[in-house]
């Protein structure tokens, strides 16, 4: 063979061996992935480096962010569709019963077993993989951990004048808010109008001592209903019929705490939702708010927030009725599979969850000054991130005793109807708590008990998620 012919098949063999390293390199080289969701941290944080994970695997991944209203009725429609333009979804948890129900997300349980050890499966926080399972399943994976605690002016707490002046008029010590009592206490106490004194200043515009959604689109108010619902012990079942329960003394309580809460809020409060909500703490308007993780990671950092200028944010657990705990009220922000797409878009969608949600990533986020609802374990527990984060060890103490949110097939129905009651309630269009959650109750349960008992009882069982069990 003559040296030309030689050096043409060497040069080829090199070619074919680089060829074949590079694709094992970059594994899903020329594989487009969509993502359809939302514009909160547990997205934009990782959208700011979506990049690398190009650069490591040749997918290319465009993520598609849109308001929350709305967001579920365009995932229903992208599942139903043969054809689908997003093999990846941005779920909330309590969407995983409707969309577990239907077959529309791709089963991650043999995905998580097998890469158990890369993804650092025991290190995640029980309840937050139990929050994105389905009758055993684990349909979603977390991207943002959940629990809907208290944020709250530190720096005003720890004045020496309004501790002096709070426990003169209530006869007990300024401090986190254990019981509901006391967050009504708190926020009525730090109610100021324009001209008043607050921590020795004069205010140049009103201060609120409080900040709760009361907005009845997509069902706001459920947000902070159901939460401080069950700081009063109330449930949502009947776990004899299956059928609607929230009209007993729990939930009237708890309505009607909600609604004492009202001169305490900004004069807008009937629109205060989500963003709008929690932006009132945000620019330092507000004492007291309690709400989402996903949006108190934003308190400390000052290119989201005004308050790290102004003062000082402070954390803390859900209050109960008599100050004796209840299982913390927990949710889930969580990236799934649409499950009609190939197997190899699967497969790099999977890909992408494991890197995005993954230790390194997060704790990365973190080092760079972008919190996160964590949930894993060894990033909540990290006394350096700890002492950055102080929202970290609330994250991890109040979830040894914890109980994931509502997760029936129905909950846009519940969420709807009792977002619409709830409203009309706390505006005044409704003349007592009872009569709204009646109202309620028989909107929903007019749609469920056309189902057989058995349906019914499975679909509020919330069997273990099997991923966890050994």
Known sequence: MGIWKKSVLAAGFVALMCGSALSQDKPFEGVQLKMLGIGDTSVTRLAKVTGEFEEQTGAKVQIDMLPYPGLIDKIIIEASSDNPTYQLLWVDSPWVGMLGEAGALQDLTEYAKRDAAEIGLDDIIPVQLQENSWQGQLLAFPASGMIWHVNYRQDLFDDAGEKEAFKAKYGYDLAPPATWQQFHDIAEFFTRKKGEKLAGKVLEQDFYGNAESYSRVQGAITHDYFPIMRGF??????????????????????????????????????????????GYMERGETA?????????????????????????????????EDGKPQPTYTGSLSFAINAKVSDQEKEAAWAFIKWGTGEKIMRRLADEGWGISQFRKSILADPVLQE???????????????????????????????????????????????????????????????????????????????????
């Open 388 to 470: 950055k984060y102080p929202y970290y060890k609330v994250l991890l103490d109040t979830q040894t005793n914890a109980r994931r949110r509502i997760f029936h097939p129905f909950y846009a129905d519940v969420e709807e109807n009792f977002g619409v009651e709830l409203s009309k309630y706390m505006a005044g269009e409704t003349a007592t708590a009872q009569e709204a959650l009646n109202n309620a109750c028989t909107a929903v349960n007019s749609r469920l008990s056309m189902f057989p008992l058995e349906q019914r009882l499975r679909w509020i069982n919330d069997a273990p998620v099997t991923v966890l069990q050994k």
């Open 288 to 320: 007291l708010s309690g709400y989402w993780s996903v949006r108190t990671v934003r308190l400390t950092n000052p290119e989201e927030a005004k308050l790290p200028t102004l003062g000082k944010a402070g954390f803390s657990g859900g209050p109960t």
């Open 233 to 278: 012990g109330g449930d949502y079942w009947d776990p004899a019929t299956g059928l609607c329960a929230m009209t007993g003394e729990p939930h009237v309580k708890a309505a009607e705490f909600m609604k004492s809460l009202v001169p305490f809020n900004p004069p807008d409060y009937l629109g205060l939702m989500w963003d709008i909500q929690s």
